[in-house]
């Protein structure tokens, strides 16, 4: 089953690819917009001094890591696929409605406890989690800027348990992936904006997850992309405050923790 000629295995494959490539470029788009950077957490200087990293390479890194979720998501689909070509019919939308929860929760259980012991485990940090980490100060096609093998680990497979465990079809998981993608771009923008919807719905979003690219922010606010429940759970959520910025701008300014 699929949308005209192409399979839904297909779309659900490359679809949530090119959504992250247009909806980070809306950002780009809008990095250019000097009105906005009243509504930035870090000030251009920040962002041109404190990533080590350049822009190409982060591309370059990326389509690696979007390489690898290609091969997983074809096999993935090869090895479950329905032989007659007849594909799933598409539950209730209330279950598909559940499916969509389930899979939030998987995915936030999964990248929560493999993110942390990336950071816990110093090898795992200096070899393969820092290469995040050189984006001190994010920005939107920089969200899956990771080592292959990270990107492996906590996306590509946290991708593949929520879809099993879910048992949502690959039509709906075409919707799932776009929207997770989505969200992860947006924690990622370092923008601030007023009526920004995930921003307001999601306590895990642009500003929670800056607090975590920051040096005193390293072993905090480790969930992602959806909930924050983890971290209040075991103690690692990092309370903060939206702020003006002095000079202009905003930032997310950490409380005092006990």
């Known amino acids: 089953m699929g949308i005209g000629a192409v399979s839904d ?15 980070s470029g809306l ?15 870090h000030t251009r200087e920040e962002a041109a001094t404190k ?28 090895v479950i696929g329905d032989e007659s070509g007849a594909g799933q019919k598409q539950p209730p939308a209330l279950v598909i409605v559940l499916q969509f929860i389930a899979a939030m929760v998987v995915m936030d259980t999964w990248q929560y406890f493999m993110h942390r012991y990336m950071h816990i485990n110093k090898f795992l940090y200096k070899h393969i989690h820092s290469k995040h980490h050189t984006l ?16 492996l680990i906590l996306d590509t497979i946290g991708g593949a348990l929520s879809f ?3 048992g949502m079809t690959p039509r709906t998981s075409i919707f799932f992936f776009s929207f ?7 924690d990622h923008c370092g923008l601030w904006l007023p009526g920004n919807i995930l921003q307001a719905l999601f306590s895990n979003n642009s500003a929670y997850h800056d607090i975590h690219h920051q040096l005193y922010g390293n072993k905090y606010n480790f969930s992602q ?19 003006q910025r002095k000079g202009g701008g905003v930032e997310s300014r950490p409380a005092k923790l006990d």
């Open 225 to 243: 992309p959806f909930f924050v429940m983890w971290d209040k759970i075991l103690g690692t959520y990092m309370p903060y405050s939206i702020e």
């Open 136 to 151: 001190v100060v994010p920005y939107s096609f920089g969200a899956l800027y990771n080592h292959p093998i990270e990107g």
């Open 9 to 23: 295995e297909l779309l659900g494959t490359f679809v949530p690819i090119a959504v992250y490539w247009l909806y």
């Open 51 to 78: 990533n080590v990293v350049s822009k190409v390479a982060v591309v370059r890194g990326v389509l690696v890591q979007q390489a690898f979720q290609v091969a997983v998501s074809l096999t993935l689909f090869a």
């Open 27 to 41: 950002y780009v788009a809008l990095d250019g917009v000097g009105r906005l950077d009243g509504y930035r957490l």
């Open 164 to 166: 099993l465990v879910t």
């Open 180 to 186: 997770a993608t989505i969200k992860t771009v947006d």
